[in-house]
C-alpha cells in the first residue's frame, strides 16, 4: 500500500526539516515547498493532504488558498491545514471561510497534528470507497454538477445538449442510487463524497 503524501509549505527550515522527521517516523511520505509559488506547482503532483503555513515569503497562505479554491486547484476533499504561529481568532475564521479544515497553531503541537492528520486521511479513504459504492454514471454526474452550480433541468439539457426529460431522468436514477429525496440533497452528497467539483 503506498504512503500517504503530504505537502508541507513551509519557507522557515528548520520548522519544516522537524514536520518532515516527525511526519516520515508516522510512515507518511513528504515534500516541502518553501514559497506558495512552490506550493500551487507542488499540488500537481495530487497529494493526500496539505500543510501550510501562513507567512510565506511570496504571498499570504489564506492568499494561496483563496487561489487554490477558486481556481478548483485542489479536490476539496484533499484535507488543507494550515499550521501557523498566528492564533488570532480573526486569522482563524477567514481561514475557515475559505474552506481550510483545520488550523494548529505553533509551536507545534505533534501528537495534535499527528491525530488530525490521522483522522482527515481516515476520512478522505472512507469518503473514496463510499463514492465508489454509488456507481453513478458519468451523465448522472454531470447533471449533479450542473445542478449543484445552480441550474434548472432546462438550463442542464442546452449545456448537455439532451431533452430536458432526459436530464430529470439521470437525476431521478442519481437520487435513488444515493438514497436521497431531492437533487440538492444529491449534489451535496457527491460533492461531499469527491464525485463532483461543484
Known amino acids: 500500500m503506498p504512503k500517504p503524501r503530504i505537502l508541507c509549505i513551509e519557507d522557515n527550515r528548520d520548522t519544516a526539516d522537524l514536520i518532515v522527521e516527525v511526519l516520515e517516523d ?5 515534500t516541502v515547498a518553501a514559497t506558495a509559488a512552490d506550493g ?58 475559505l474552506g481550510c479544515d483545520d488550523y494548529v497553531t505553533k509551536p507545534i503541537d505533534f501528537e495534535l497534528l499527528l491525530a488530525i492528520i490521522r483522522h482527515r486521511l481516515l476520512g478522505q479513504t ?12 458519468e451523465r448522472e454526474l454531470q447533471a449533479l454538477t450542473w445542478a449543484a ?16 426529460r432526459t436530464v430529470n431522468f439521470h437525476m431521478d436514477n442519481a437520487m435513488r442510487k444515493l438514497g436521497v429525496a431531492t437533487r440538492v440533497q444529491a449534489a451535496v452528497k457527491c460533492a461531499m463524497l469527491g464525485l463532483i467539483s461543484p
Open 126 to 137: 472512507e469518503r473514496a470507497s463510499q463514492g465508489a459504492n454509488y456507481r453513478l454514471t
Open 26 to 30: 508516522e510512515g507518511l511520505a513528504v
Open 149 to 164: 452550480r445552480g441550474k434548472s433541468s432546462a438550463d442542464i439539457a442546452v449545456i448537455l445538449r439532451i431533452a430536458e
Open 40 to 97: 500551487l506547482d507542488a499540488l500537481s503532483s495530487n497529494p493526500d493532504l496539505v500543510l501550510c503555513d501562513l507567512d510565506l515569503p511570496d504571498a499570504s497562505g489564506l492568499d494561496l488558498l483563496a487561489k487554490i479554491r477558486t481556481g478548483k486547484i485542489l479536490p476539496v476533499t484533499v484535507p488543507f491545514i494550515f499550521v501557523t504561529a498566528y492564533s488570532q481568532r480573526g486569522h482563524q475564521m477567514q481561514a475557515r471561510q
